[in-house]
């Protein structure tokens, strides 16, 4: 190596090519004259043999690093980078890194592996600089996103302070910072160039983040640290959401169209959107539904209660979550959200139970109807209004109702419990409603109430006709002397009659012990809910006993044929 000084007196190196062989083998390192740039061919290798080549090694790592920084500062402004329309980038040909002298390596082979996550990153900041924010859950995620990169920007800026970074091992150092900024993109593709925020933008959301936790479960620590962060984001939300809706009864007003659910008929009822969103599951609605429905309930009322704990409770207590964010199955989290929906629902409905228990509330009501409907009440009330030995053809269907209730022992005051109409006059429009208070009215619901009507309908034709064909018998059995007609009449009186009592006991029979069964399992019930099921198994049966339709209507049909005969 020789020293050439210059006219100002500085030192300049030239380097000419050295040749270092050992055992047939050529090691050749190639230098240029510029001091700012290096090349090492592929396949050279480098190789110290004296001292000399040790200094010459650390003057070129010099040179290298150099050149690096020198690459690192072009990266920063990407001048090499052309956008496309579509938001992604391509390479311009006309950039290249040399060695001086002989090798031209093209910019692609150290910037290609870089650009998709350029493209991911230009992505992350705009979603995060997105000034125009309407949603609650926009604004989360924008946070989470900035905290994100702020991470993201120190982990990438500790990197310039290591040693043994270089170019060829750039893109390994950094494997773990792109897997992250990948992930993240992933979770938030869908919806990071969303111009309108509603439940449906949101659905989409909730399918991705579940599809990148499912992702995460099989990534490396940090990938799973990082959708840590964003489901402990997302998870809070769900608290301030649900802790409202199963307390009140009511929706956020901020979240009121973040997610499925919506209030209806005038806020009474809080019902879910169809959806295809793999989050919500048929179970997660229906105890949201009822829950919330019972929530607003329980406000509706004046009764005294120790409020039950919120759902943010439950929930974190499926999770076992501490005050720090840790990774979560998608699965958990899923089952989590069900136990504590299902939770906080069970709460209000037995709430609203004991409500109904109190004051031995339910079971003078459960006695009043089963009396009404299929008692001795209406026994008294058909005798009333059809009984063979009355003589008035006048009857009031009210008055008739009230003295059965009077003869059945029921107080005076139950008649102000119960209404009566009949706009026509006719048996088959009769309507008897009992006026049911908070909360009994949730539990006694009008469509078992209209069962109970038509089982009252059927049974009254029953005993009308009856009563009929007992008068006729009466007047026969006045006349000392009956023709043969009047004997044949008689008779077939009698072949009616038969049928028709059996019909009617049975019937009545049947309905009275359907009845008690299934009051007495009311009266043993804990929640509400489960008062209701049984009820509804109630009005199903009721319903299949009055029926028409199928073979039930051929005896409905029959039945029909023999109360017409009667009283023809």
């Given at each position: 190596m ?25 090691w ?10 290096l ?33 690192l500062d ?39 592996p ?19 924010v ?29 040693d ?75 608290e ?13 007003p ?7 659910f ?33 929530a607003?309930?329980?406000?509706a ?12 409770v ?20 899923i089952?989590?959200m ?59 269907i ?27 006059g ?33 049974l ?12 006729v ?46 009051f ?6 804990k ?14 049966h ?6 028409k ?20």
């Open positions: 020789q020293y050439i000084q210059n006219a100002n007196k500085s030192t300049r190196g030239t380097l000419t090519h050295r040749r270092v062989v050992e055992k047939g083998r050529k050749q390192i190639d230098v240029s004259n510029e001091s700012n740039r090349n090492i061919p592929q396949g050279v290798q480098a190789f110290r043999v004296s001292i000399e080549d040790s200094i010459l090694m650390k003057k070129t790592r010099n040179i290298l690093k150099t050149l690096e920084k020198r690459l072009v990266n920063r402004n990407c001048s090499f980078l052309i956008p496309k329309p579509c938001g992604r980038y391509e390479l311009d040909g006309s950039y290249y890194l040399s060695d001086g002298i002989l090798k031209q390596t093209e910019i692609a082979t150290y910037v290609e870089f650009l998709e996550a350029h493209t991911q990153l230009i992505a992350l900041i705009a979603f995060s600089h997105k000034n125009q309407n949603s609650q859950i926009e604004q989360v995620l924008q946070e989470f996103v900035l905290d994100f990169l702020s991470r993201h920007t120190r982990a990438v800026g500790e990197l310039y302070n290591n043994m970074l270089n170019l060829r091992t750039l893109l390994h150092s950094v494997r773990k910072e792109l897997l992250e900024l990948s992930v993240v993109y992933n979770s938030l593709s869908v919806i990071i160039t969303a111009d309108i925020w509603n439940y449906g933008t949101v659905d989409c959301f909730l399918d991705r983040f579940l599809a990148t936790t499912l992702y995460a479960e099989l990534r490396p620590l940090s990938v799973k640290q990082v959708i840590g962060r964003l489901q402990c984001v997302i998870l809070s939300i769900f301030r959401y649900f802790d409202r809706l199963f307390s009140t009864g009511e929706i956020d901020v979240l009121e169209n973040e997610f499925i919506q209030s209806v008929n005038d806020n009474a009822v809080i019902q879910a959107r169809r959806t295809r969103c793999l989050f919500w599951s048929k179970l997660l609605i229906k105890y949201v539904e009822n829950g919330a429905l019972n607003r309930r329980l406000r009322g004046n009764y005294d209660y120790e409020a039950p704990n919120k759902f943010s439950y929930l974190r207590k499926a999770l076992q979550l501490k005050d720090g964010c840790s990774f979560i199955g998608a699965q958990k989290i089952r989590s069900e136990y504590a929906c299902e939770t906080c629902a069970k709460n209000n409905s037995s709430l609203l139970f004991r409500c109904v228990l109190e004051n031995d509330t339910l079971s003078q009501v459960l006695k009043e109807i089963e009396s009404v409907y299929t008692g001795f009440a209406v026994r008294e009330m058909a005798f009333d209004l059809f009984g063979a030995t009355r003589t008035s053809p006048h009857f009031n009210v008055m008739s109702f009230q003295n059965s209730l009077l003869l059945s022992g029921f107080p005076l005051e139950i008649l102000d419990r119960w209404d009566v109409c009949c706009a026509s006719l048996l088959d429009d009769i309507v008897i409603k009992p006026k049911l208070s908070w909360p009994m009215c949730y539990l006694i619901e009008d469509k078992l109430i209209s069962t109970l009507n038509l089982c009252l309908r059927f009254l034709r029953l005993l009308q006709a009856q009563e009929a064909l007992s008068a018998r009466i007047d026969l059995a006045a006349t000392k002397e009956l023709s043969i007609s009047r004997q044949r009449l008689n008779h077939l009186i009698c072949f009616i009659a038969q049928p028709l009592t059996a019909i009617s006991e049975i019937f009545f029979t049947h309905l009275q012990a359907m009845l008690t069964k299934k007495a399992l009311v009266a043993e019930s929640t509400l809910d489960e008062a209701q099921r049984i009820l509804e198994d109630l009005n199903m009721l319903t299949n006993l009055v029926t339709n199928g073979t039930r209507a051929l005896i409905h049909d029959a039945i029909t044929k023999l109360c017409d005969r009667a009283t023809e």
